[in-house]
Structures are given as structure tokens and as C-alpha cells.
């Protein structure tokens, strides 16, 4: 594997080369992480993630010989991984966008549910509750709503900064397609969130982050720790448009695997995911 | 050559009506067509997204109520439109020539879709649609005007396609 620039060109495996380089292996652990947080935006599934992750790299060093240095490796990765978890979920129901009032009743109905997160609160170093996970918490529900094809590009730019360019060599789209599912997906969600996040919008109908907070931190003062958050400290004056950027900002400061509230989160999601299928199973949603 | 470049320039207006024309309606005794056309400055295929999406339509067509169902080759819609709100239009998707031409319509008549590349970047999106048959004269009086419709279609389109084609980065 040699690099030239942002490019990287891996040799084909052969009698001199190794089964798989140590520089390919370098480079996938270097970009892992953003593959990993990825992927769980889009499953929802730490255990997917996993397994998703795990076949991206099988699969990307068991065909090194068909990159041929067009795209950055990273770009090539993303596509492995992209296709493997459209793949995996191209038979599931999207999630409605009133995922989290569904969830919440789900969780108030379930005692086991706040006992397993008090415990993971008190005993886990990724235990914390932050307002500001929350959010990132909320996107990755939220986005599930969106069709599959706009999510994966709305991820793909908002959260993981990749060019249109790029977005559609990974997504085998052309530009002009993937500037229409960015376009789409952002409108929608900047629509869903200023109709339901209290954060941005007095009249907003959901306060989960602040309510969990109240019971995970309930000596802290919530308008203290909203304060520290530039998307609710712009809730007034900004417009739509750059609040949705300020809620991405929050998404791309937070790796959700490694976060001071990752466990917590983490347990959260899984809640959600499981509540999801028997939601979607037995409704017409 | 002095003949022939007044010709070319008395032309070229004509051309460019022929490409971008507001709503018109022409009737005859069993039927009635109207059309529009406009030039957009978008990819075919963004058009073509926004006028195969169904979901979508309500976001930014002004003239949708709604629309359920998939369009899509052969696929059966309900149409609800602000023509007339309290009607729900049954639909089939007749013809469906990716990025060119789609048709869809009932017994009474036929809506078509037409894009047509100009190149540099410009496509001309045309709509016509022609209703009509023997009972036409009948129900005719009962039809409402589509012109203004057809014209916020129209506007819509285009201004929603070169809004989503304008995202450079």
C-alpha cells in the first residue's frame, strides 16, 4: 500500500505482500471509529454495528486488488459498509417520526427499563447523562423516519462531512440524485425537529432530554446545562436552517461508543430498537 | 445572408415560446387540452425525482393535496388536488420512460410528463393534459380552469428542481 496525498493505493495481496498489510489494517483501525458511529446511526443496533464493522473489514481485505485508488480508502470503506447495512435493513419498516413518544410510554410502562439505566448511571464510567448525548440520541431515532436512501445521505454529508462527489460514488447514485435525497431529508427533519424539540421551539412538543435529565442529574440545573449547548442558546434568534447545523455540530462532537454517556445512551437505544420491532410488527406504520 | 439572419432572429422568439409557454387551453367539441411548458435549469433527473415521488409532492407542489401510492410503471395513484379537494383522483401510471416522459390518467383522459434536454445544463418541462370522449360535451361545463394550476405546477417545478441542483458542495 502505498500513499499519495489523501489517496491511498493498496497492492493487491501476492507472494511479497502479506494476506493483509499492515498498512491496510493501520488505516481501517484509523477510520473504524467513524465507521462504527456510522453504522449505528443507520441500524440502531450496537450488535449489528458489530457485526456490519467486522464484515466491512473481511470483505474490503479480501478484495484490496479491486481498489484501484479512484476514491480515498475511506470512501471505499464507507460503500462496503453502506451497501452491507442497506443490505440488513432494506426489509425493515423505517421508524414513524414519533418514535420517542412511543418509546417513552413504552419505558414508563416498563419498570426493569429505568432500574438497569439507574444502575448503568451509578456504576459504569460511561453512566453519565448529558442533555447534549440526548440530542445526538434523538437524531439518530428521529432520522430513522427518513427513507433510507435520504438518511444514508444525510449522514453521509451532514455528519461525516463527505463531498456530494463522494456521497454518490459510495451511495452509486448520480450527483445530481444525491443533492436530491440531502435536499429532501434535511427539510424533513428540519421540520420534524421545529415542530416537536422544546429545545428550539417553545411551542415544541417533546422535552424528553430535559425530563431524563431531571431524573438521571437531579441536583443539576437544566438551564444551566442548556445554556453550555449553542443550539439552545440560538433557539431565538437563528433560523431553522442554522439550527439544524447547530444540532449537527452536537451529533459530529459525540462518538457514541466512546462518549461519557455512551452506556447509558447505548442501553437507551436498545430499549428503542427493541420497542420499534414489536411497534412495527404489529402496526400498519 | 442579411435575409436569412432577420429570419433567425425573427425566429428566435418563437423558439423560445416553444420552449417556455404559460398555461393554455385549447377546446374542441369533444375535448379539451391544456398545456404548459417552462425551462429549468436542474439535472433530468432531480425533475424527474421530484415528479416520481409521491411523498414528497405535498412539500413543494402547491397544487397537491396528496398523493398515495407508488408511481411507478403501471402503478395505481389517488390524486388529490386543489383543482378540487373533495375528489380523490383514481390514477394509472401509463407510460413511465425514465427521465423523459411519464403519462398518467383514467378513462376520461391523460396527463403527460415531458422533459426534454437542451443541454448546458437546461431541461424544458412540458405538461399537457387532455380530457375528452363522446360524453365530453356533457361534463364539460363542470370542469374547472387548469391554466392557473398549471402554471404554479410549473413554477413550483422549477423553482424547487434549480433550488436542489444549485447545492454545489
Known amino acids: 500500500m502505498t500513499t499519495s496525498g489523501n489517496v491511498i493505493k493498496l497492492q493487491p495481496e501476492n507472494k511479497n505482500n502479506p494476506p493483509v498489510s499492515e498498512n491496510f489494517t493501520t488505516e481501517f483501525e484509523r477510520i473504524r471509529p467513524a465507521l462504527r458511529s456510522y453504522i449505528l446511526r443507520m441500524t440502531a443496533s450496537a450488535a449489528d454495528t458489530d457485526d456490519i464493522v467486522q464484515e466491512t473489514w473481511y470483505k474490503a481485505s479480501r478484495n484490496l486488488d479491486s481498489f484501484q485508488g479512484e476514491s480515498s480508502l475511506k ?73 433510507l436512501e435520504q438518511h444514508i445521505a444525510l449522514l453521509l454529508k451532514e455528519v461525516y462531512e463527505f463531498k456530494v462527489k463522494e456521497i454518490a460514488t459510495i451511495m452509486e447514485l448520480s450527483e445530481a440524485m444525491v443533492k436530491y435525497y440531502l435536499h429532501t431529508a434535511r427539510t424533513k427533519m428540519i421540520e420534524v425537529f421545529d415542530r416537536r424539540c422544546a429545545l428550539i421551539n417553545k411551542e415544541g412538543i417533546c422535552h424528553q432530554c430535559t425530563e431524563l435529565n431531571g431524573i438521571f442529574n437531579p441536583k443539576q440545573n437544566a438551564q444551566e446545562e442548556l445554556a453550555k ?21 452536537v451529533l459530529r462532537g459525540i462518538d457514541p461508543f466512546e462518549s461519557g454517556a455512551a452506556a447509558l445512551q447505548l442501553h437507551h437505544l436498545e430499549h428503542n430498537r427493541k420497542v420499534m420491532e414489536e411497534y412495527l410488527a404489529r402496526t400498519q406504520e | 445572408m442579411k435575409k436569412l439572419l432577420m429570419l433567425l432572429l425573427m425566429a428566435t422568439p418563437m423558439i423560445i415560446s416553444a420552449q417556455e409557454s404559460p398555461a393554455f387551453t385549447t377546446r374542441k367539441t369533444f375535448s379539451r387540452t391544456t398545456s404548459v411548458s417552462t425551462m429549468i435549469k436542474a439535472d433530468p433527473a432531480v425533475i424527474w425525482a421530484l415528479l416520481t415521488n409521491a411523498v414528497d409532492y405535498k412539500r413543494w407542489n402547491s397544487t ?20 378540487d379537494p373533495k375528489r380523490t383522483f383514481k390514477l394509472k401510471v401509463k407510460t413511465f ?5 411519464m403519462v398518467w390518467g383514467d378513462s376520461k383522459g391523460n396527463r403527460t410528463y415531458l422533459l426534454t434536454d437542451k443541454g ?24 374547472p380552469p387548469f391554466d392557473a394550476t398549471f402554471d404554479r405546477f410549473a413554477a413550483d417545478l422549477k423553482q424547487e428542481a434549480e433550488r436542489i441542483s444549485r447545492n454545489d458542495e
Open chain 1, 75 to 147: 470512501t471505499w470503506l464507507f460503500a462496503i459498509a453502506s451497501n452491507l447495512a442497506k443490505d440488513h435493513l432494506h426489509r425493515k419498516k423505517r421508524w414513524p417520526e414519533r418514535v420517542t413518544d412511543i418509546c417513552k410510554n413504552a419505558a414508563l410502562a416498563n419498570p426493569a427499563f429505568f432500574g438497569e439505566a439507574m444502575h448503568l448511571r451509578m456504576t459504569s464510567p460511561q453512566g453519565n447523562f448529558e442533555i447534549k448525548e440526548h440530542i445526538a440520541f434523538c437524531f439518530t431515532c428521529i432520522s430513522k423516519s427518513l427513507p
Open chain 1, 229 to 249: 449547548i449553542d443550539m439552545a442558546r440560538a433557539a431565538e434568534s437563528a433560523d431553522r436552517e442554522r439550527l439544524f447545523d447547530l444540532r449537527i455540530e
Open chain 2, 64 to 83: 397537491v393535496i396528496s398523493i398515495e401510492g407508488d408511481i411507478a410503471p403501471g402503478e395505481k395513484i389517488r390524486l388529490k388536488s386543489t383543482l
Open chain 2, 97 to 101: 420512460e425514465s427521465e423523459k416522459r
Open chain 2, 120 to 143: 448546458n445544463g437546461m431541461v424544458v418541462f412540458s405538461m399537457t393534459e387532455k380530457i375528452g370522449g363522446l360524453m365530453f360535451p356533457l361534463y364539460a361545463k363542470y370542469l
